[in-house]
């Protein structure tokens, strides 16, 4: 049963990626996952439920993301270069994100608001800190701003469609070099170099 839930749930995702979560159609849906339409609204009464469905497992993919750099990481440093896995993750998912998309569906919206001002801001936060501490990130660096600085770059550049893919690693490039100390720096080349 539930193997047929996340066929469909897989599905659509595709198909929102494709087309775009407002043209495509639970018939669509049904025809995508080959399974017949009734069996489609037995899953998810009606295509809001879907893409609550959708939104829930990209932002836990989102959170494994994050949480996998964590506990590989060895250093803040670290942990801010690898989210380019999370970037790459919300780049290729971001016509589905689109809070102009997400507007007509309030639940779907409100989970990813809370994923990018809880979970991502809760992230750097801590990462910010911990950098401060281990003398990696400058020692007068102001963390609320920085986080918040963080985020809105992140949500403009991520989120805006029109921006080049390579503008965001370029900010985070620059974003990393902008709080490190100078053993920071060595870390971040060395990281760069290696991956």
Do not use: C
């Not at 507007?103 to 994923?115: H, I």
Request: proline share 2%.
């Amino acid at each position: 049963m539930e193997n047929k839930r996340n066929q469909l749930v897989n599905s659509a995702i595709g198909l929102f990626i494709k087309h775009g979560i407002i043209s495509v159609t639970m018939d669509e849906v049904a025809r995508a996952s080959g399974m017949s339409k009734k069996t489609v609204y037995q899953y998810f009464a009606n295509k809001g439920i879907l893409v609550e469905a959708v939104v829930d497992l990209l932002i836990k993919q989102g959170e494994n993301i994050i949480r996998l750099n964590v506990d590989t990481a060895n250093d803040p440093v670290q942990e801010l270069s690898l989210q380019q896995d999370l970037f790459n993750h919300l780049i290729a998912l971001r016509y589905i994100f689109s809070d102009f998309i997400l507007k007509r569906y309030p639940r779907a919206f409100k989970a990813f608001q809370e994923f990018k001002t809880d979970y991502m801001k809760a992230f750097i936060e801590t990462n910010l800190k911990h950098g401060v501490e281990k003398g990696l990130y400058h020692h007068n660096l102001d963390v609320p701003s920085t986080v918040n600085i963080y985020l809105s770059v992140t949500d403009f550049l991520v989120f805006n469609n029109s921006r080049n893919y390579a503008d965001i690693f370029v900010a985070l490039n620059l974003f990393i070099n902008g709080i490190t100390t100078a053993n920071g720096r060595q870390l971040y080349a060395n990281y760069l170099k290696s991956s």
